[in-house]
C-alpha cells in the first residue's frame, strides 16, 4: 500500500511529496508560533529576574501558561480602526509582516537529514536553496513593507514617522547584514544554507574563528533587522506613541508582534548556522538538531539582556553608526577577506 501510495502522482509530482511537504510546512508553522509563545515568556521572566522583581506568575506554574492567555485576550479584544485608515491596506499590512517572517523560517536547516527505510529522506527544512542566503536577505526585507503599509495607512503622523524610519533603517542595515555574509560565502564558496553548515563541519573550524568582525557586523544587523533594542527607532514609545502599529489593537497588533518574535527566532538560527557550524557545533560533538536549539536559546537571551541594559539611540546616531562606522568596517572586512583567500586559499 505505501509503494502504490508512492508511485500515486498529482500533476506529476508524487503524493507522497505533496503530503511530505504540506506536512513539514505545517511542523514549521507550528513549531515558529510554539517558539514565539516560548519566547514572550522567557523574555519577560528573564527581564523581571534582572530588574528584581517577579514577572508572570499567575497563570500556571511560573507563569508557563501566559502566553496562551495573552493570546485568549488579544483574540478576543476590540478591533479599531481611524476613520482616516486605508482600510484594506491596514487589514494587509499584518499579514505581510507575519507572511514574511514565516517565509524565513523555510530554509532554515535545523538538523541533518535523517535516511528513513522504506520511506526516504527525512530533513528537517522545507527547502536546501542554492542561493539560500540571497533568498534570506530578499524575504527579510519584505518584513519592512508591512511596517511601511501599517505606518502609511493608518492615517496617523506617529505612524507615518515610524514608517519611515523603518525604511531608512532597513536600507541602512541590510547594507550591513549583507556586508558581514560576503566573508563566509569568500571562505566556503557557498551561498547555501547547508552548504555553509557542510563546510564546517568537513574542516571542523565554525566560521566565527575566521570571521569575528563579520560575526561582530551580523549580531549588530540582527537587532537592526529585526526592530528590536536598542534599535527600535521603529516603535519608540517614548517619542513615536509606540510608532507604526499606534492604531493597532486586538488580534491584528498580535500578529505585528508574532512576527517580531518569529524574526527572532529566524535570526538566532541564521547566526548559529553561519558562525558556529550549524546543527552540528563548532567541532561536531553535538549530533542532531540540539545545537540548533541551545543557539536559539543563547542568541534569544542576548536580545533579551540588550533590552535590558543598552538604552535606545538616537535616529541620527543610529544612522550614524551604521554609515560612518558599520558599512565602511564590513568593507573593509571583504577586502581583508578576499586577499587572504586568495593568497592562503
Sequence with gaps: MLETFNQTTLLGWPLSNIVY??????????GGMSGMAAGTWFERRVIALMQVRRGPNRVGPAGLFQPVADGIKTFFKEDLMPETADKALNRLAPGMALFAALMGLAILPFGPAYDIPGWGTLTLYVADMNVGILYVLGVGSLHTYGVVLAGWASGNKYSLLGALRGAAQLVSYEIVLGSSLVGVVLITGEISL??????QAEHQLPLILLQPVGFGLFFIAMFAETNRPPFDLVEADTELT????????????????????????TMSVLATTFFFGGWGGPFGFLPGPWWTVLGIGFFFFMFVWVRATIPRLRYDQLMRFSWSWLIPIGLVNIAVTAVLVVAFG
Excluded at 499606534?246 to 524574526?263: K, Q, V
Aim: glycine share 10%.
Design 194 to 199: 547547508s552548504g555553509i553548515v557542510r563546510w
Design 242 to 265: 509606540g510608532g507604526f502599529h499606534t492604531e493597532y489593537s486586538g488580534f491584528r497588533y498580535a500578529l505585528f508582534m508574532i512576527a517580531e518574535y518569529i524574526s527572532m527566532i
Design 21 to 30: 511537504l504540506l506536512t513539514l510546512c505545517l511542523v514549521v508553522i507550528v
